[in-house]
């Protein structure tokens, strides 16, 4: 009877963790959605306007990408919620006075946040970076680029490539389709002396065998008046992952994609750092997602006892917005180079787990 008990207390914690991470994402979907159809809105108005149907569609598409950045605060706000309920409504109280510890109650918890999180990997990864890839192309074609918080982060700057006719500098404004396709691109092209011929300003590339080919391409050569060339061709020998590493997105790559990605960087004589990093930031976020459990309990699951209950909400989710900082500044000092990936992507989950066993084990233990 003990044993039923415990199984149905059990179920019935994750259940409610469940619905409480559910309902937080639901909001977090539609908040999401208003707030990047305004910016594409936005977007519309500078292009010189677009149908409301594709920029429904645009923002759709947009919508899993956000949503995976969005994870880990779904899951350390529904959780604090969830809590939250529980606490006000005496039931932690009364499965404590049963002899139920804690520990014990944060067991389904934690089991529903590292399933997540494996789902996260395998199963939500994969079409987020497939909403990402398609959305990229699709605003390519609407606007000439993507302009938005998830902009490729080595778009804008310069590239030097070596061709048939010489060596080039190219750079892009916007970057899609892992670097294959690019808008806002100018070129610097230079002959087998290195001495400069002429600038390119074109309004879309697209890489090809060989080649990049330019639309709508201004070409302005030293003493002669600019000419505008619908197509045009500038000789590349920069591969597809070599675009990729110089102009794409790690965020454009699922958890099935990046260990070809770092195979290939590799194998081309290039650093897959940033790869790694992510890959091991993947790799990482069962743990995460237990780590904001953990953090949430901390300030919820005593709330209603001891009052403060707004006080103690708000530092749970200030905390989460520190260790959010901290993962992305751990991060970037990965792909820097200066620590290896696994620590980049361990070290502020440790941080945030150990701190949060700490103060429970004071709550409970005293």
């Known amino acids: 009877c003990a044993l039923m008990v415990g199984v149905t207390l059990m179920r019935y914690v994750a259940m409610r963790t469940l619905a409480g991470i ?6 977090c979907l539609v908040v999401i959605f208003i707030a990047d159809f305004v910016e594409v809105l936005r977007l519309s108005g500078k292009a010189g306007g677009v149908a409301l149907v594709k920029l429904a569609v645009l923002t759709v ?12 605060f779904t899951i350390l706000c529904g959780t604090i919620g969830a809590f939250l309920l529980l606490s006000k409504s005496s039931e932690i109280v009364i499965v404590k006075a049963a002899g139920i510890s804690i520990w014990q109650f944060l067991v389904p918890a934690a089991a529903v946040a590292l399933c997540l999180g494996l789902c996260a990997n395998y199963l939500f990864s994969p079409l987020a970076a497939l909403g990402r890839a398609a959305s990229e192309r699709y605003a390519t ?5 993507e302009q938005n918080l998830l ?3 080595n778009a804008g700057s310069w590239i030097r490539q070596q061709g048939s006719d010489g060596s080039s500098i190219i750079s892009a404004g916007h970057a899609a389709d892992r670097g294959l396709t690019l808008a806002d691109v100018t070129v610097l092209q230079f002959d087998d002396n290195g001495r400069f011929v002429e600038r390119i300003d074109a309004r879309k590339a697209a890489l090809q065998s060989g080649y990049w080919a330019l639309t709508d391409a201004w070409v302005a050569r030293p003493g002669d008046k600019p000419e505008l060339f619908r197509n045009y061709q500038v000789s590349t020998q920069l591969s597809a992952e070599e675009a990729d590493q110089a102009l794409g997105s790690v965020y454009a790559l699922s958890y099935f994609e990046l260990p070809k990605a770092i195979e290939l960087a590799e194998n081309a004589g290039l650093s897959a750092t940033r790869y790694r990093v992510q890959l091991a930031s993947l790799r990482s976020r069962p743990a995460l997602f237990l780590a904001m459990v953990l953090l949430a309990a901390t300030v919820s699951l005593r709330a209603f006892r001891f009052g403060n ?6 530092v749970g989710i200030v905390a989460g917005f520190g260790f959010f900082i901290l993962a992305e500044v751990s991060s970037q000092v990965g792909a820097a ?9 361990w070290a502020p989950i440790a941080v945030v787990t150990f701190s949060s066993l700490t103060v429970l084990l004071h709550l409970e233990d005293g």
Do not use: I, M
């Not at 598409?61 to 880990?72: F, Q, W």
């Not at 209950?309 to 708000?314: A, D, F, N």
């Open 61 to 72: 598409l947009h919508l899993l990408s956000y949503a995976e950045l969005a994870l880990p």
């Open 141 to 145: 074609e609407l606007f000439g680029g």
């Open 337 to 345: 180079g200066h620590v290896f990936p696994f620590v980049a992507a």
């Open 309 to 314: 209950v707004q006080t103690k909400v708000v």
């Open 151 to 153: 902009r490729t982060r």
């Open 22 to 27: 559910a309902a937080v994402f639901t909001v």
